[in-house]
C-alpha cells in the first residue's frame, strides 16, 4: 500500500460517497486508475464494505452504554462470543483484556429497554456478571483517524517483498 492508496482510504473513509472521478482529481489519477485501485484494495480486504451512519437518536436511540461481561470460571468464550451475537441492541462488540472478557457498545430507547437487554445478558450461559456505564453525551463517534505513514523500515520491507512477487 502506497501514498496515494493510504490518500484513497482516508478519502472514502471521510466520504464514502465520493465518486471515482473526485477521488481521482484528489490524488492526481485517472477515473479508471482509482477504480483498479480501490477494486484491488476491496480484493485485498482492506476495504471490507461500505455503510450508512444515522443518528440514533433519529431512530429512537435515546440510550447508549457500554457493558463490560465478566466470564464465569466454567464459561466457553466462543460459545458466549456466538450467543452475543444473537442480541441484535449490540452494536459494538470488542474481546479485552483485563478482568471483563467483553466490551459491548449498545444502544436502546429509554433506561428501561436498557435493562431489559442486560438482564438477557446475564441470562446468557458463562457470564457472570455485568458491568454497566451509561454515556451522558456523545460527543464525536465513529471518527475517520489519519492513516500513519509507514516508518522507513515498513516501507523497505515492502519494497523487498514486491520486487520479490515479480520475480
Aim: with cysteine; hydrophobic share 40%; net charge negative.
Amino acid at each position: 500500500m502506497d501514498a496515494v492508496d493510504r490518500a484513497l482510504i482516508d478519502a472514502l473513509r471521510t466520504n464514502g460517497r465520493m465518486s471515482y472521478a473526485e477521488l481521482g482529481r484528489l490524488v492526481s489519477l485517472s477515473g479508471p486508475s482509482v477504480t483498479d485501485r480501490i477494486n484491488r484494495l476491496e480484493s485485498n480486504g482492506v476495504i471490507t464494505g461500505y455503510r450508512a451512519m444515522v443518528a440514533p437518536e433519529q431512530l429512537g436511540l435515546n440510550v447508549t452504554a457500554m457493558i463490560g461481561i465478566l466470564l464465569s470460571d466454567s464459561a466457553e468464550l466462543d460459545d458466549v462470543a456466538w450467543r452475543l451475537r444473537d442480541v441484535p441492541e449490540i452494536e459494538d462488540c470488542f474481546f479485552v483484556a483485563g478482568e471483563e472478557s467483553f466490551l459491548l457498545k449498545v444502544r436502546a430507547g429509554h433506561p428501561e429497554d436498557l435493562e431489559r437487554i442486560i438482564g438477557r445478558l446475564t441470562r446468557i450461559r458463562g457470564v457472570a456478571r455485568t458491568r454497566t456505564t451509561v454515556a451522558l453525551s456523545t460527543k464525536w463517534e465513529d471518527r475517520p483517524m489519519a492513516l500513519a505513514e509507514p516508518d522507513e523500515d515498513d516501507t523497505k520491507h515492502a519494497e523487498r517483498h514486491s520486487s520479490s512477487e515479480r520475480r
